[in-house]
């Protein structure tokens, strides 16, 4: 960090922070370190403009800043994977340190119940002494308060489920609560850190009937929230929890009617914020 500093120091004395701000347009940026969450700090670092100034000294400090290597995707090869499938809800299990996948859609009205587990480096077909009933769309989050994934709702060969289910690292259990939502599929869902609730919106009733009614899980049962104001009905919405914020974060969806459909590009939160 001091090394990088002084380098700043020698480029402002020589000029270089004029050369730095030329090359800013061929979309370099300065070296600059930045705070990260905790006590990391980070650096974002313009390598190519660093080089190009003849800093000295500068690939010494190029070695310093490679471990905060740029980010990108990369193809997996793991020795076991399921089925080609969409539509099928994904969730981390924080309890167990692996992600949860379960069902899905693989071909025109062809709907999976099968649930794997992937552990960084592979893929797990699990195999539960109990299961929920295939499905697509599920909604389907991990509930922090109680350790357990939560799956609701989806569409199946005969219509859509309004079933809830937890996976407790082992095997699937299906709940009975007092209240629940109607069934639905498509719905919204995520774990609300700031409550210690699940909460899940939207959804579609059947093909072309969207919701936009609000509920919250307790870990026993599900509660419909009476909010002020609310998004429209919409399904296949995108949502999250921001702990930067407390809130949750949902954004598009599309609404479906007899007669219309039409994508959606808003954004709403949901808390006391």
Same mark, same amino acid.
């Given at each position: 960090? #001091?090394?990088?500093?002084?380098?700043?120091?020698?480029?402002?004395?020589?000029?270089?922070?004029?050369?730095?701000?030329?090359?800013?347009?061929?979309? +370099?940026?300065? &070296?600059?370190?930045?705070?990260?969450?905790?006590?990391?700090?980070?650096?974002?670092?313009?390598?190519?403009?660093?080089?190009?100034?003849?800093?000295?000294?500068?690939?010494?400090?190029?070695?310093?800043?490679?471990? +905060?290597?740029?980010?990108?995707?990369?193809?997996?090869?793991?020795?076991?994977?399921?089925?080609?499938?969409?539509?099928?809800?994904?969730?981390?299990?924080?309890?167990?340190? #692996?992600?949860?996948?379960?069902?899905?859609?693989?071909?025109?009205?062809?709907?999976?119940?099968?649930?794997?587990?992937?552990?960084?480096?592979?893929?797990?077909?699990?195999?539960?002494?109990?299961?929920?009933?295939?499905?697509?769309?599920?909604?389907?989050? +991990?509930?922090?308060?109680?350790?357990?994934?939560?799956?609701?709702?989806?569409s199946g060969a005969h219509g859509h489920?309004?079933?809830?289910?937890?996976?407790?690292?082992?095997?699937?259990?299906?709940?009975?609560?007092?209240?629940?939502?109607? &069934?639905?599929?498509?719905?919204?869902?995520? =774990?609300?850190?700031?409550?210690? #609730?699940?909460?899940?919106?939207?959804?579609?009733? #059947?093909?072309?009937?969207?919701?936009?009614?609000?509920?919250?899980?307790?870990?026993?049962?599900?509660?419909?929230?009476?909010?002020?104001?609310?998004?429209? &009905?919409?399904?296949?919405?995108?949502?999250? =929890?921001?702990?930067?914020?407390?809130?949750?974060?949902?954004?598009?969806?599309?609404?479906?009617?007899t007669v219309t459909v039409t994508p959606?590009?808003?954004?709403?939160?949901?808390?006391?914020?």
């Amino acid at each position: 960090m #001091n090394q990088l500093r002084a380098h700043m120091k020698l480029l402002t004395a020589a000029g270089g922070v004029g050369r730095l701000a030329g090359l800013a347009g061929l979309g +370099y940026r300065a &070296a600059v370190p930045r705070r990260c969450g905790g006590r990391r700090v980070c650096l974002v670092t313009g390598v190519a403009a660093l080089l190009a100034a003849g800093v000295p000294g500068a690939c010494q400090s190029v070695a310093l800043a490679s471990s +905060y290597s740029i980010l990108n995707w990369t193809k997996q090869h793991p020795a076991a994977s399921p089925l080609a499938r969409w539509d099928a809800p994904m969730a981390y299990d924080a309890a167990a340190g #692996n992600v949860i996948l379960f069902g899905g859609e693989h071909g025109t009205g062809n709907v999976l119940r099968d649930t794997w587990v992937w552990n960084g480096t592979t893929w797990a077909k699990q195999a539960p002494a109990t299961s929920p009933p295939a499905r697509a769309e599920a909604s389907m989050a +991990y509930d922090a308060a109680t350790g357990n994934v939560v799956l609701f709702g989806g569409s199946g060969a005969h219509g859509h489920f309004r079933d809830t289910w937890v996976w407790n690292g082992t095997t699937w259990a299906k709940r009975a609560p007092a209240t629940s939502p109607p &069934a639905l599929a498509g719905a919204a869902m995520a =774990y609300d850190a700031a409550t210690g #609730n699940v909460v899940l919106f939207g959804g579609a009733i #059947n093909l072309r009937d969207d919701q936009n009614g609000t509920w919250t899980w307790d870990g026993a049962t599900w509660t419909r929230q009476a909010p002020a104001t609310s998004p429209p &009905a919409r399904g296949g919405a995108s949502m999250a =929890y921001d702990r930067a914020t407390g809130n949750v974060v949902l954004f598009g969806g599309i609404f479906e009617s007899t007669v219309t459909v039409t994508p959606l590009g808003d954004t709403w939160t949901w808390g006391s914020g």
